[in-house]
Protein backbone atom coordinates (compact mmCIF):
# COMPACT_ATOMS: atom_id res chain seq x y z
CA UNK A 1 0.00 0.00 0.00
CA UNK A 2 1.26 3.63 -1.15
CA UNK A 3 0.11 6.82 -1.35
CA UNK A 4 -0.04 6.82 -4.84
CA UNK A 5 -2.96 3.40 -4.24
CA UNK A 6 -4.87 5.51 -1.53
CA UNK A 7 -7.98 7.82 -3.03
CA UNK A 8 -10.87 9.71 -1.31
CA UNK A 9 -14.32 8.77 -2.90
CA UNK A 10 -17.76 10.78 -2.06
CA UNK A 11 -18.67 7.62 0.07
CA UNK A 12 -15.31 7.30 2.51
CA UNK A 13 -12.76 9.79 3.67
CA UNK A 14 -9.72 7.09 2.46
CA UNK A 15 -10.01 3.86 0.76
CA UNK A 16 -6.84 2.04 -0.42
CA UNK A 17 -6.52 -1.81 -2.34
CA UNK A 18 -3.92 -4.06 -0.12
CA UNK A 19 -2.63 -6.66 -2.11
CA UNK A 20 -1.65 -8.75 1.26
CA UNK A 21 -4.95 -9.72 1.91
CA UNK A 22 -6.58 -8.90 -1.31
CA UNK A 23 -9.75 -6.56 -0.51
CA UNK A 24 -10.28 -3.06 -0.36
CA UNK A 25 -9.84 -1.02 2.78
CA UNK A 26 -12.09 2.16 3.02
CA UNK A 27 -12.41 4.55 5.93
CA UNK A 28 -15.88 6.46 6.72
CA UNK A 29 -16.72 8.51 9.73
CA UNK A 30 -18.96 7.14 11.80
CA UNK A 31 -22.40 8.69 12.42
CA UNK A 32 -25.10 8.11 14.73
CA UNK A 33 -27.68 7.34 12.22
CA UNK A 34 -26.07 4.71 10.26
CA UNK A 35 -23.73 3.11 13.68
CA UNK A 36 -25.14 3.30 16.31
CA UNK A 37 -26.40 -0.65 16.71
CA UNK A 38 -23.26 -2.12 15.20
CA UNK A 39 -21.17 0.08 17.26
CA UNK A 40 -23.23 -0.79 20.10
CA UNK A 41 -23.25 -4.06 19.32
CA UNK A 42 -19.65 -4.51 18.76
CA UNK A 43 -18.28 -2.73 21.88
CA UNK A 44 -20.53 -5.84 23.93
CA UNK A 45 -18.79 -8.55 22.39
CA UNK A 46 -17.10 -10.80 24.80
CA UNK A 47 -13.29 -10.09 23.01
CA UNK A 48 -13.97 -6.24 23.49
CA UNK A 49 -14.94 -5.24 26.91
CA UNK A 50 -12.37 -5.98 29.00
CA UNK A 51 -10.08 -3.09 27.08
CA UNK A 52 -13.21 -0.45 26.37
CA UNK A 53 -15.18 -0.75 28.76
CA UNK A 54 -18.45 0.35 27.07
CA UNK A 55 -20.76 -2.36 27.52
CA UNK A 56 -23.85 -0.26 28.24
CA UNK A 57 -27.35 -0.20 27.73
CA UNK A 58 -28.05 1.63 24.31
CA UNK A 59 -29.32 4.77 25.61
CA UNK A 60 -26.30 5.08 27.91
CA UNK A 61 -24.07 4.40 24.77
CA UNK A 62 -25.99 6.34 22.60
CA UNK A 63 -25.24 9.42 24.98
CA UNK A 64 -21.53 8.36 24.89
CA UNK A 65 -20.97 8.23 20.83
CA UNK A 66 -23.12 11.28 20.46
CA UNK A 67 -20.22 13.18 23.36
CA UNK A 68 -17.38 11.63 20.73
CA UNK A 69 -19.06 12.69 17.41
CA UNK A 70 -18.84 16.08 18.97
CA UNK A 71 -15.25 16.03 20.38
CA UNK A 72 -13.22 18.46 18.15
CA UNK A 73 -9.84 16.41 19.38
CA UNK A 74 -11.14 13.16 18.13
CA UNK A 75 -12.73 11.71 14.94
CA UNK A 76 -14.43 8.18 14.91
CA UNK A 77 -14.18 6.12 12.05
CA UNK A 78 -15.67 3.00 10.85
CA UNK A 79 -13.89 0.99 8.61
CA UNK A 80 -14.88 -1.71 5.93
CA UNK A 81 -13.18 -4.56 3.96
CA UNK A 82 -14.79 -4.80 0.57
CA UNK A 83 -17.22 -2.02 1.38
CA UNK A 84 -18.61 -4.12 4.78
CA UNK A 85 -18.25 -2.38 7.66
CA UNK A 86 -16.06 -4.54 10.10
CA UNK A 87 -13.42 -2.25 12.57
CA UNK A 88 -14.23 0.70 14.56
CA UNK A 89 -11.11 3.42 14.80
CA UNK A 90 -10.56 6.96 16.77
CA UNK A 91 -8.12 9.13 15.48
CA UNK A 92 -7.17 11.91 17.81
CA UNK A 93 -4.82 14.86 18.35
CA UNK A 94 -2.80 13.88 21.45
CA UNK A 95 -2.09 17.02 22.61
CA UNK A 96 -5.65 17.67 23.55
CA UNK A 97 -6.43 14.13 25.39
CA UNK A 98 -5.54 12.88 28.57
CA UNK A 99 -2.76 10.76 27.25
CA UNK A 100 -0.85 14.21 26.78
CA UNK A 101 -0.25 14.42 30.69
CA UNK A 102 2.02 10.73 30.35
CA UNK A 103 4.65 11.63 27.77
CA UNK A 104 6.21 14.28 25.90
CA UNK A 105 3.50 15.22 23.22
CA UNK A 106 3.37 17.98 20.85
CA UNK A 107 0.87 19.54 18.78
CA UNK A 108 0.83 17.68 15.30
CA UNK A 109 1.28 14.50 17.48
CA UNK A 110 -2.12 11.92 16.29
CA UNK A 111 -3.18 8.63 18.24
CA UNK A 112 -5.51 6.30 17.38
CA UNK A 113 -7.64 3.36 18.91
CA UNK A 114 -9.05 0.33 17.00
CA UNK A 115 -11.38 -3.00 17.65
CA UNK A 116 -12.67 -5.72 15.41
CA UNK A 117 -16.13 -6.14 15.88
CA UNK A 118 -17.64 -8.94 14.11
CA UNK A 119 -15.70 -12.38 15.22
CA UNK A 120 -15.78 -13.79 12.30
CA UNK A 121 -13.03 -10.97 11.30
CA UNK A 122 -10.74 -11.87 13.82
CA UNK A 123 -7.37 -13.85 13.39
CA UNK A 124 -7.66 -14.11 9.43
CA UNK A 125 -5.00 -11.26 9.22
CA UNK A 126 -6.86 -8.38 8.99
CA UNK A 127 -5.77 -6.16 12.01
CA UNK A 128 -2.23 -5.10 10.25
CA UNK A 129 -3.35 -3.70 7.17
CA UNK A 130 -6.40 -2.49 8.67
CA UNK A 131 -4.24 -0.38 11.08
CA UNK A 132 -1.17 0.31 8.21
CA UNK A 133 -3.94 1.95 5.98
CA UNK A 134 -5.72 4.26 9.36
CA UNK A 135 -1.96 5.44 9.75
CA UNK A 136 -1.43 6.68 6.30
CA UNK A 137 -4.38 8.28 6.32
CA UNK A 138 -3.24 9.82 9.69
CA UNK A 139 -0.12 10.93 8.05
CA UNK A 140 -1.87 12.63 5.25
CA UNK A 141 -1.50 15.48 7.48
CA UNK A 142 1.31 17.13 6.59
CA UNK A 143 2.51 18.28 10.04
CA UNK A 144 2.26 15.28 11.87
CA UNK A 145 5.15 12.90 12.21
CA UNK A 146 4.43 10.55 14.74
CA UNK A 147 1.32 8.10 15.67
CA UNK A 148 0.98 7.25 18.77
CA UNK A 149 -1.02 4.51 20.80
CA UNK A 150 -1.65 3.21 24.32
CA UNK A 151 -3.03 -0.28 24.08
CA UNK A 152 -3.75 -1.93 27.29
CA UNK A 153 -0.78 -3.81 28.97
CA UNK A 154 -2.67 -6.86 28.83
CA UNK A 155 -3.31 -6.98 25.67
CA UNK A 156 -0.60 -8.52 24.12
CA UNK A 157 -2.40 -9.17 20.45
CA UNK A 158 -2.99 -5.59 20.19
CA UNK A 159 0.82 -4.56 20.76
CA UNK A 160 1.97 -7.38 18.91
CA UNK A 161 -0.13 -5.56 15.41
CA UNK A 162 1.44 -2.36 16.84
CA UNK A 163 4.88 -3.20 16.54
CA UNK A 164 4.55 -4.99 13.28
CA UNK A 165 2.97 -1.88 11.80
CA UNK A 166 6.39 0.43 13.07
CA UNK A 167 5.46 1.09 16.21
CA UNK A 168 7.84 0.72 18.88
CA UNK A 169 7.71 0.79 22.60
CA UNK A 170 8.59 3.71 24.92
CA UNK A 171 7.78 2.14 28.17
CA UNK A 172 4.67 1.43 29.99
CA UNK A 173 2.84 3.99 32.52
CA UNK A 174 -0.35 3.67 34.86
CA UNK A 175 -2.69 5.73 32.42
CA UNK A 176 -4.89 6.53 35.80
CA UNK A 177 -7.54 8.90 33.75
CA UNK A 178 -8.54 5.42 31.84
CA UNK A 179 -7.91 3.14 34.40
CA UNK A 180 -5.68 1.18 32.95
CA UNK A 181 -1.48 0.06 32.97
CA UNK A 182 -0.75 0.85 29.43
CA UNK A 183 2.23 0.41 26.85
CA UNK A 184 3.70 3.33 24.90
CA UNK A 185 3.87 2.85 21.54
CA UNK A 186 4.98 5.37 18.34
CA UNK A 187 5.18 5.49 15.29
CA UNK A 188 7.69 7.51 13.04
CA UNK A 189 6.59 9.26 9.92
CA UNK A 190 9.76 7.98 8.54
CA UNK A 191 10.14 4.55 9.61
CA UNK A 192 6.13 3.82 8.74
CA UNK A 193 6.75 5.69 5.27
CA UNK A 194 10.43 3.36 4.25
CA UNK A 195 8.94 -0.19 5.46
CA UNK A 196 6.07 1.15 3.07
CA UNK A 197 8.01 1.69 0.19
CA UNK A 198 9.74 -1.88 0.70
CA UNK A 199 6.29 -3.33 0.62
CA UNK A 200 5.51 -1.66 -2.48
CA UNK A 201 8.76 -2.47 -4.34
CA UNK A 202 8.27 -6.09 -2.95
CA UNK A 203 4.64 -5.94 -4.18
CA UNK A 204 5.90 -4.64 -8.15
CA UNK A 205 8.27 -7.14 -7.76
CA UNK A 206 5.62 -10.03 -7.81
CA UNK A 207 3.56 -8.79 -10.26
CA UNK A 208 6.32 -8.82 -12.62
CA UNK A 209 7.59 -12.10 -11.75
CA UNK A 210 3.25 -13.93 -11.42
CA UNK A 211 3.59 -11.76 -15.02
CA UNK A 212 6.65 -13.40 -16.36
CA UNK A 213 5.67 -16.99 -15.63
CA UNK A 214 1.95 -16.59 -17.34
CA UNK A 215 0.55 -15.92 -13.58
CA UNK A 216 -0.03 -18.00 -10.82
CA UNK A 217 -2.52 -20.52 -12.53
CA UNK A 218 -0.08 -21.92 -15.16
Known sequence: MTESDAIITADYDYQTYDHRIDRTISLRQATLE?????????????HVKPY??????????????????????????????????MSYWECYWTAEDDVANHYDAVSTDQGVHLLIGPEEYLARGYARPLLRAVIAMQFRHSETDRVIAEPDARNDRAIAVFEDCGFERRGEFYFEEAEKDAVLVVCERERFESAASVDAGSSADGATARADTGGEHQ
Open 34 to 46: RDLGRLHSWLGTD
Open 52 to 85: WQLDLPVSAFSDRLVSKLSDDHLTPYVGCLDHVP
